[in-house]
């Protein structure tokens, strides 16, 4: 199955591509909302401003993946593999990114709104300007990631590993700017 494939049972009403193979394809700008890439290899895919409303992505493998600009609202990534994948600018309010792995991953400006980030590793990750508002980050791993103009508010930080983080200008949970280094 080829990324081609993809689209085209995409449109003729398939949903399910559970564990597809997808190495490096170019899905750039596509609508895939609601389809279930569960345990999917898509190592180095192209994403890049892709619809992907409410997708299951749990358990996939996205490493190096870019999803710049895309639209994951309501995504299920819980327990993907999302190193250093490319994510900056994309939308990922209420997705679940439990347990996920995004070691070095960019979210640069990513909106991640009401997010479950419980116990993800985003340890060296890249969250400039990245909106964590009322986020679940619960025993999630931040440290050596940077947090620069993060906005935290209303964030839950209980367990947080914030260890060696760069939190300067950051938006913290109490809503006051702190400049942390």
Same mark, same amino acid.
């Given at each position: ?88 600018? =994309? %939308?990922?309010?209420? $997705?679940? #990114?439990?347990?996920? +792995?995004?070691? &070095? @991953? *960019? !979210?640069? /400006? ?39 103009? =993060? %906005?935290?508010?209303? $964030?839950? #930080?209980?367990?947080? +590993?914030?260890? &060696? @983080? *760069? !939190?300067? /200008? ?12």
């Amino acid at each position: 199955m080829n990324f081609k494939n993809i689209v085209q049972l995409y449109t003729a009403g398939k949903r399910n591509f559970r564990k597809a193979d997808l190495y490096k394809a170019k899905l750039a700008f596509v609508c895939l909302n609601e389809a279930n890439f569960s345990k999917a290899n898509l190592c180095l895919a192209n994403l890049r401003g892709s619809d992907l409303r409410g997708v299951n992505f749990s358990e996939a493998d996205l490493t190096g993946a870019n999803l710049r600009q895309a639209d994951l609202t309501e995504a299920n990534l819980g327990a993907a593999n999302l190193s250093k994948v490319n994510l900056r600018g =994309a %939308n990922l309010t209420r $997705a679940n #990114l439990e347990g996920a +792995n995004l070691e &070095e @991953a *960019v !979210l640069g /400006e990513a909106n991640l709104n009401q997010t479950n980030l419980r116990y993800a590793n985003l340890s060296k990750a890249k969250l400039m300007g990245a909106i964590l508002t009322g986020a679940i980050l619960l025993g999630t791993n931040l440290s050596k990631s940077i947090l620069l103009r =993060a %906005n935290l508010t209303q $964030a839950s #930080l209980i367990e947080t +590993n914030l260890s &060696e @983080a *760069v !939190l300067t /200008e950051a938006r913290m949970p109490d809503g006051k700017v702190h400049d942390y280094a």
